[in-house]
């Protein structure tokens, strides 16, 4: 194995040092979701774990959970968007990506 292929370890080494940086920082990432002009929101951590949700009063009306379940689902995903746009795996993808690193059994 000539000086190539230590090249490509030492590269694939460094790649998976990176890669687990990236995990550390989604770690400590949150971002914040609404819907309804605020009447639901909720914080996601950056590993998509809800943190906390809050509903005011006037939006929770006994006739109408379906409107209520509507808002959760919408104020989660605009967290969700804005966790994606934080994400240092969305300024890797806008770069070109990953390199293959089968060859290496990663």
Known sequence: MGTGFSKKKKQA???????????????????????????????LTGEHELKSITIKPDCVD?????????????????????????SPMSNMSQAGGLPDLSMFGL
């Open 13 to 43: 080494k460094m790649l998976q040092q990176q890669f687990s940086d990236m995990q550390n920082q989604m770690q400590s990432l949150e971002a914040t979701g609404s819907a309804g002009n605020g009447l639901v929101s909720l914080i």
């Open 62 to 86: 006994r006739e109408d959970v379906e409107g209520l379940q509507d808002l959760i689902k919408a104020a989660y995903n605009d967290a969700k968007k804005k966790l994606e746009s934080q």
